[in-house]
């Protein structure tokens, strides 16, 4: 993947309508990019403001749909029709050609959010792909919903592993708490310094905490489907001062979409929407490693009989004593073993 990503930018730089319109960009243009674009804070980067060099942009990548990727810079969006394996959050080098943007490269991924490909249960072999979600965010807001569907603390399991491989950190919202008299007990996640925000996106209730967590931050919304999200990212809009990214191929706006897309919500806070997700299959991570990926293990695997215990069948697993006790959550331990399962392939 990464060798065709070059051998496509090697092409693009040949790309003669490129060049052309490199040379015809004129130092009057460049300068009104320079002025509408500097000091404006750049979603997941530092804090330096996009930067416009002698004739390319830095942009990051707001919209990606199956023909048409949507790039913005400053308060600008424009519109890329290449099939670059790009996701929302990207952050590329690109000039300007009309209304459309000539990507030069893909700058190198800070975090990412990624599972496998598909449904983790069925493991042929065009499902072992990885299917990056959101890059160079700060946060994954990990939506759950309290009813309908039912909650199910099983997925958050997967889905902090899949925040510690990519750099980013976790935030459980749960949703839907007005059909609910006994929120779920998430105490021990808190425990595990995760921040935990109980909302209604429906009545509002808890909204404001929410966005104390997002402010200043790109965060990526994710999901099943059904628990919320739209209806989070829409509540979180009512009071935005601007959504980011709507073009048509032809650069006409454009309001309905399944498709991610981020948006600024103030000066320096950034979310992205993503479609819900059926499973999310763990990428890239072997059994041997797997305990890594349960910070509340640890302290209690350093008693284990075997250095390298898997936790599993072991004579004097002090994290299965652990567990016996309730020092250990059963449900965590619980999402380990069908985990360490899923990965050997039982
Ligand atoms: N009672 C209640 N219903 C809610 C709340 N939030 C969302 N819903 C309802 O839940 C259903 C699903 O909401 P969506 O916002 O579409 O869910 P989603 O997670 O975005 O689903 P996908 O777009 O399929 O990924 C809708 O009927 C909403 O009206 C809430 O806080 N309380
Ligand atoms: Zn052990």
């Not at 002698?54 to 400053?74: K, L, Y």
């Not at 041997?288 to 936790?311: E, G, I, K």
Request: aromatic share 6%; glycine share 8%.
């Amino acid at each position: 993947m990464r060798r065709a990503r070059e051998n496509w930018f090697d092409r693009k730089w040949k790309n003669r309508r490129a060049l052309r319109a490199r040379e015809r960009r004129s130092a009057k243009y460049r300068a009104r990019l320079e002025r509408e674009e500097g000091g404006t804070p750049e979603p997941g980067g530092d804090d330096a403001p996009l930067a416009v060099s002698d004739d390319a942009s830095i942009g990051v990548v707001c919209e990606v749909r199956s023909d048409i990727r949507v790039v913005m810079a400053g308060e600008r969006c424009y519109a890329n029709l290449t099939r670059v394996p790009l996701v929302v959050g990207d952050r590329v080098r690109f000039v300007v050609e009309g209304n459309h943007a000539v990507i030069l490269e893909v700058l190198p991924r800070k975090s990412k959010l990624v599972r496998m490909r598909g449904d983790a249960t069925r493991r042929s072999a065009f499902s072992k792909e990885e299917h990056v979600l959101a890059a160079n965010v700060d946060v994954a807001v990990i939506v759950a919903s309290a009813a309908a569907p039912p909650f199910h603390p099983r997925l958050i399991d997967r889905y902090l592993i899949m925040c510690q491989y990519g750099g980013i950190r976790p935030l459980i919202c749960v949703n839907k708490i007005d059909l609910v008299t006994t929120r779920p007990d998430l105490s021990l996640y808190t425990d595990m310094d995760i921040p935990v925000v109980y909302v209604s996106a429906l009545t509002g209730a808890g909204m404001e905490r929410l966005k104390q967590h997002l402010r200043g931050r790109c965060s990526v919304l994710t999901g099943k489907s059904g628990v919320g999200k739209s209806s989070i990212f829409n509540a979180l809009l009512r009071e935005s001062i601007q959504r980011v990214g709507e073009l048509t191929r032809t650069g006409r706006g454009r309001h309905t979409t399944t498709s991610s897309l981020m948006y600024r919500l103030d000066h320096d806070t950034f979310i992205i929407d993503t479609p819900g997700i059926r499973s999310l299959g763990l990428w890239d991570i072997d059994p041997d490693s797997l305990r890594l990926y349960f910070p509340d293990f640890l302290p209690f695997a350093t008693a284990c009989r075997y250095r390298d215990c898997s936790h599993t069948h072991e004579p004097d697993c002090a994290v299965k004593e652990a567990v016996s006790r309730g020092e250990v959550a059963p449900g965590r331990y619980e999402s380990y073993r069908r985990l360490m399962n899923e990965l050997v392939g039982k």
